[in-house]
């Protein structure tokens, strides 16, 4: 079956850290780069991360630099977000999908498969 499957939402101060991990499929891993995007009411999704599945390249929202970090462990099929020094602006649903196998056309790229979300929560 071809899905991906956040977990590791909550709800964490101001300053807190959280993990999210995005299990994929293998035919996901295989063929596409994974990306974390997220979206919070009333505003537009926003690219947060993307990992190249061709080099393992990543890439971040400035809104995110320096406080974000993407991995991926190829033998669980798995993405992690991990963040820290989190802000009251970075409470939404995030979600991993599946992008163009190189970033290429990330943040502004279509999904091919995407997964339902996790609610992360930063309380100020």
């Known amino acids: 079956e071809v899905q991906l499957v956040e977990s590791g939402g909550g709800l964490v101060q101001a300053g807190g850290s959280l993990r999210l991990s995005c299990a994929a499929s293998e035919f996901i891993f295989d063929n596409y780069a994974i990306s974390w995007f997220r979206q919070a009411p009333g505003k537009e999704r926003e690219g947060v991360s993307c990992?190249?599945?061709?080099?393992?390249?990543?890439y971040y929202a400035d809104s995110v630099k320096g406080r974000f970090t993407i991995s991926s462990d190829n033998a669980k099929n798995t993405v992690y977000l991990q963040m820290v020094s989190l802000k009251p602006e970075d409470t939404a649903v995030y979600y991993c999908a599946a992008v163009d196998f190189k970033c290429t056309w990330w943040p502004n790229t279509g999904m091919d498969y995407r997964g339902k979300g996790t609610q992360v929560t930063v309380s100020s």
């Open positions: 990992i190249s599945g061709s080099d393992g390249s990543t």
